[in-house]
């Protein structure tokens, strides 16, 4: 397919990946622009974004939240896949689960993961350099510590801000499990809708699914305590059904 729409991205955003999966399983040709952290944002404001990513930009829009492009999607693309059910009641309940997780999952899977990675500055690199122009490649290693410096103090990357996101993620991987304990197929409607997408995707760097759309670490490189920690959450009623969601939908 020729690409339409133009996607900006931080290779392993977990937020970048629920934006790629819904473009993918609704048809929608576009071309993936990857970029590291903090180098991204010269590439998103000239896409028409702000700080972050992803940011979608074709067909007179400019879409700077993962949402919001789930959103376009039912609007414009939805014959092949509707992230909402039609229903607006369960269409409301899918609406409000996606908003969960990305505000009370994303943030701390990601905080999390990074606390693990940024230790190990070859799993780091291969990660968020992955797919990335070899200009930005160069000048990303030439700034040696620095990105993982301020990455730290962006998002408050400590011992401390890790134990505390870890806490969350159990707390929401704990919810999703008691929605599922009826032996329910999928959180909204009996079908595959943003909720279950968004939940899986934001889940992501704390189980480490087969198939997501970026290079991530595999179990046997893991330091031993995200290990650990992995291990547990895929284990876990919540984290059998992401890594379900990605085999069966990914």
């Known amino acids: 397919m020729t690409a339409t729409y133009r996607l900006i991205t931080i ?15 609704a048809g929608v040709a576009y071309a993936e622009e990857r970029h590291p952290p903090l180098l991204h944002l010269r590439a998103v404001r000239a896409a028409g974004g702000r700080h972050s990513t992803p940011v979608l930009r074709g067909h007179g829009v400019v879409l700077a939240d993962s949402t919001d492009i789930l ?11 509707s992230p ?4 607006s009641q369960r269409r409301l309940e899918a609406a409000e689960l996606e908003e969960v997780f990305d505000t009370r999952l994303g943030p701390h899977t990601r905080r999390l993961a990074y606390f693990h990675l940024l230790q190990r500055r070859d799993l780091f690199l291969r990660s968020v350099l992955a797919g990335v122009g070899r200009g930005e490649r160069m000048l990303f290693r030439a700034l040696g510590p620095l990105p993982a410096f301020l990455m730290r103090r962006g998002m408050s990357i400590t011992a401390d801000g890790a134990a505390r996101s870890l806490a969350r993620v159990r707390e929401v991987f704990a919810e999703v499990g008691e929605r599922l304990a009826a032996g329910r197929p999928y959180l909204v409607a009996g079908a595959f809708t943003a909720a279950d ?3 899986a995707a934001l889940a ?7 198939g997501y759309g970026a290079p991530l670490p595999s179990l046997d490189e893991l330091p031993a305590e995200m290990l650990a920690v992995v291990e547990e959450l895929r284990a876990s009623p919540a984290g059998e059904f992401a890594l379900r969601m ?3 939908h990914r």
């Open 84 to 87: 909402y059910p039609l229903d």
């Open 71 to 81: 959103e376009h999607l039912q609007r414009r693309h939805g014959e092949r896949w």
């Open 197 to 199: 997408l968004s939940f």
């Open 246 to 248: 990605y085999r069966d």
């Open 11 to 25: 290779p392993p955003s977990h937020y970048c990946e629920k934006a790629r999966w819904a473009l993918e399983l």
């Open 204 to 210: 992501a760097p704390v189980i480490l699914p087969q």
